[in-house]
Antibody, heavy 117, light 110 residues
Framework: EVQLVESGGGLVQPGGSLRLSCAASGFNFSMYWMTWVRQAPGKGLDWVANIVQDGSQKHYVDSVRGRFTISRDNAKNSLWLQMDSLRAEDTAVYYC??????????WGQGTMVTVSS | QSALTQPPSASGSLGQSVTISCTGTSSDVGTYKYVSWYQQHPGKAPKLIIYEVSKRPSGVPDRISGSKSGNTASLTVSGLQAEDEADYYCNAYTGSNNEMFGGGTKLTVL
């Protein structure tokens, strides 16, 4: 079964850091771009960052560039999102998503990140 | 960079058809064939239902269809069923390896 499982969410104070993880299974992880998408409570979907198959290229939405870092390890079938200098507006459910031909075809169940003092 | 424009809500009766629009610009929807649509039920992760403007993934019924004209993409759900009640989001490639979502449309089945 093709599956993405996120972990690492939680409550963090403004200015703090958090590292999200995503474990992939059931497909050849190294063949796909991967993406993080977030959804603030009661709001729509926002693309956050993506990374190419070998990790050599990474792209970020302007609001997180310089604060978030996306990375992957194909040998471990794993994707990460290091989030630093967190702000209240980063509060959201974060989804790990497989990217196939400029569409997001497989989604994880999401992990909640709450930034609050 | 503004989000793609979707109507906040749409509705239709059981068995009827409803169309949801997604308006971008000549730099995204108007230029590329990479428009996709997602269905999200409350408390669940989104699900891909249309990719590359009009293609359906395996398992998505053919009563769900997509199209594009100029800078506007559209999703049509025909033969509305109760389980179609959900939020729907469009997404488009905007160039430079970036992409953007629409604000979402809440579909109510009457």
């Amino acid at each position: 079964e093709v599956q993405l499982v996120e972990s690492g969410g939680g409550l963090v104070q403004p200015g703090g850091s958090l590292r999200l993880s995503c474990a992939a299974s059931g497909f050849n992880f190294s063949m796909y771009w991967m993406t993080w998408v977030r959804q603030a409570p009661g709001k729509g979907l926002d693309w956050v960052a993506n990374i190419v198959q070998d990790g050599s290229q990474k792209h970020y939405v302007d609001s997180v560039r310089g604060r978030f870092t996306i990375s992957r390890d194909n040998a471990k079938n794993s994707l990460w999102l290091q989030m630093d200098s967190l702000r209240a507006e980063d509060t959201a459910v974060y989804y790990c998503v497989r990217h196939s031909g400029w569409a997001f075809d497989i989604w994880g169940q999401g992990t909640m990140v709450t930034v609050s003092s | 960079q503004s989000a793609l424009t979707q109507p906040p809500s749409a509705s239709g009766s059981l068995g009827q058809s409803v169309t949801i629009s997604c308006t971008g610009t000549s730099s995204d929807v108007g230029t590329y064939k990479y428009v996709s649509w997602y269905q999200q039920h409350p408390g669940k992760a989104p699900k891909l239902i249309i990719y590359e403007v009009s293609k359906r993934p395996s398992g998505v019924p053919d009563r769900i269809s997509g199209s594009k004209s100029g800078n506007t993409a559209s999703l049509t759900v025909s033969g509305l069923q109760a389980e179609d009640e959900a939020d729907y989001y469009c997404n488009a490639y905007t160039g430079s390896n970036n992409e953007m979502f629409g604000g979402g449309t809440k579909l109510t089945v009457l």
